[in-house]
């Protein structure tokens, strides 16, 4: 969530090998109040979303589940989010979790669109509570599909937001869908050892 004096809630953005960028961001427009309740500002999601929009973003993955943010506020965000002329897309994750089975096969549907869009250089917005953990968790296996090893996966979205990837089972998810990418990094060479 922002700081209540900070409307646009961007966290972080990580320029991808091969092209694109990929924006973390906790949700946007949601505040917390002086009394610690959760209230959603509407000029707060329009400023972030066109911030996002200037720096070409094309798809929005929103990570966070429907009690971590005001009732009704995925719709509202949807509406919004397609209004600035992104698809949007809901891939929810527990807070600092990491994802199942279920959203892996979900997430292998939208991989190629993702990739795709990389490619022709545009950007792709990952949206959680805060802007941390699940944005920073994903925007790291993306890292780590498109060439990087975990750790320099996890050293690039912490260089550009150090609270990123919030907890150690975000961390062994992340070495676990590795497949093996730095084991061949090291034996040609190429990657840190």
Same mark, same amino acid.
């Given at each position: ?76 965000? *949807?509406?919004?989010? &397609?209004?600035? %002329?992104? +698809?949007?897309?809901? @891939?929810?994750? /527990?807070?600092?979790? $990491? ?5 892996? *096969?979900?997430?292998? &549907?939208?991989? %190629?669109? +993702?990739?795709?869009? @990389?490619?022709? /250089?545009?950007?792709? $917005? ?68």
């Amino acid at each position: 969530m922002a700081d209540r004096d900070e409307p646009i809630s961007i966290r972080a953005t990580v320029d991808c090998p091969g092209g694109g960028r990929l924006v973390t961001l906790g949700a946007p427009g949601v505040t917390i109040d002086p009394r610690g309740e959760l209230w959603v500002d509407p000029e707060g999601i329009d400023e972030t979303l066109a911030a996002l929009a200037a720096c070409g973003t094309d798809l929005f993955l929103f990570l966070a589940r429907d009690g971590d943010c005001p009732p009704g506020y995925r719709t509202l965000l *949807r509406r919004h989010v &397609r209004r600035w %002329g992104m +698809a949007f897309t809901a @891939l929810p994750i /527990d807070d600092f979790s $990491a994802p199942g089975a279920a959203w892996m *096969r979900a997430w292998r &549907r939208l991989e %190629g669109r +993702a990739s795709a869009l @990389l490619v022709r /250089d545009r950007a792709i $917005a990952l949206c959680c509570s805060y802007g941390a953990g699940r944005s920073g968790m994903i925007a790291a296996h993306i890292l780590n599909a498109r060439g990087l090893s975990v750790e320099e996966a996890l050293s690039t979205v912490r260089r550009a937001f150090p609270e990123s990837v919030e907890s150690p089972l975000q961390e062994d998810w992340l070495h676990n869908r590795d497949n093996g990418r730095a084991h061949a990094r090291q034996s040609t060479g190429k990657g840190k050892a």
